[in-house]
T-cell receptor
C-alpha cells in the first residue's frame, strides 16, 4: 500500500528566507506525486505534480519540487518565502494506472515571520 | 468558468440526523472524488464516481455513508444518523477524464455534529 510521510508538522521561516518542506513516500512502482496548499478554511490548490521525465518540477507561486527515487523523496522548495505563503502544505502520492485516489500526508503547517 | 462548487460551506447537525453534502463539478468534468479531512489529519479518500456509477468506494465507511452522482444535478454525499466522529471537512474534487490527475478541489463542507 502506498503511504506518505511529512516529518515536519510545523515550520517557521522568516520572510525572504528559503524554504524546504520534506516529503517521503512509499510505493512499489513509479509514483505520481503532488504538492497541494491549503489556506485556512479553504480547499486545496495544486502547486505542482510529477508524473515522469525531468525530476525537477516547477509549479505555481515560485515553488519547485525534486523527485529523488533513491531517497523516495519529493521535497518542496522555494528560494524566497513571502508572508502570503503561510498555509498548510500537503504532499500526496497516486498510483500509476489508476486515477481513483490519492494518499495524502498529514501536512506541514508553514508560519512566516516578518 | 466556475470551479468545483460545494454547499453548504458549513453544516451543523445533531446526533442522529442526516447530513447531505452537495458537489457540482467543474463544467466538462464527469469524474468526482470525495475526501474527508479529520482535524489535524490529511485528506482521506472516500469514493470515486462517474455519472450514474460508483467506480471505487473503498474508502467509504461500511454503514451510514452513501454517495451518488446522478445523470443530472450535483453529486451528493449522504451521511445518515450522524455521530460526533463524523465531524470533519468533506472535500470534493473533479477531473475531466479517467487517469487525469488534474484534480480541482472545492472549498469543502465543514460538518459539525453536536
Amino acid at each position: 500500500a502506498q503511504s506518505v510521510t511529512q516529518p515536519d508538522i510545523h515550520i517557521t521561516v522568516s520572510e525572504g528566507a528559503s524554504l524546504e518542506l520534506r516529503c517521503n513516500y512509499s510505493y512499489g512502482a513509479t509514483p505520481y506525486l503532488f504538492w497541494y496548499v491549503q489556506s485556512p478554511g479553504q480547499g486545496l490548490q495544486l502547486l505542482l505534480k510529477y508524473f515522469s521525465g525531468d525530476t525537477l518540477v516547477q509549479g505555481i507561486k515560485g515553488f519547485e519540487a525534486e523527485f529523488k527515487r533513491s531517497q523516495s523523496s519529493f521535497n518542496l522548495r522555494k528560494p524566497s518565502v513571502h508572508w502570503s505563503d503561510a498555509a498548510e502544505y500537503f504532499c500526496a502520492v497516486g498510483a500509476a494506472g489508476t486515477a481513483s485516489k490519492l494518499t495524502f500526508g498529514t501536512g506541514t503547517r508553514l508560519q512566516v515571520t516578518l | 468558468n466556475a470551479g468545483v462548487m460545494q454547499n453548504p460551506r458549513h453544516l451543523v447537525r445533531r446526533r442522529g440526523q442526516e447530513a447531505r453534502l452537495r458537489c457540482s463539478p467543474m463544467k466538462g468534468h464527469s469524474h468526482v472524488y470525495w475526501y474527508r479531512q479529520l482535524p489535524e489529519e490529511g485528506l482521506k479518500f472516500m469514493v470515486y464516481l462517474q455519472k450514474e456509477n460508483i467506480i471505487d468506494e473503498s474508502g467509504m465507511p461500511k454503514e451510514r455513508f452513501s454517495a451518488e452522482f446522478p445523470k443530472e444535478g450535483p453529486s451528493i454525499l449522504r451521511i445518515q444518523q450522524v455521530v460526533r466522529g463524523d465531524s470533519a471537512a468533506y472535500f470534493c474534487a473533479s477531473s475531466p477524464r479517467h487517469e487525469d490527475y488534474g484534480y480541482t478541489f472545492g472549498s469543502g463542507t465543514r460538518l459539525t455534529v453536536v
